[in-house]
């Protein structure tokens, strides 16, 4: 285990949109299928707008894990 695994980050290599989930899920080390249909009971709960709005905010404010990945290594 690396010592940015307890970062919240997007996982574009594992991600279906923007990674936001599979970066989610790796944080709280649950099953990513589980964490997306969460997002989706989210949505169809709270209505489109305000869980798309915050998806599309994590996905633009979140380091991707390749950048978390290069900044680790030089790091050291």
Known sequence: MTNFSKKLYRKSRNG???GVCAGIA???TMDVKIVRILMLIAVLFTGFFPIVIIYAILGVAL???REVTR???YDL
């Open 71 to 73: 900044r680790h290594r």
């Open 63 to 65: 380091d991707d894990d």
């Open 16 to 18: 279906l949109v923007m």
């Open 26 to 28: 790796d944080y709280l």
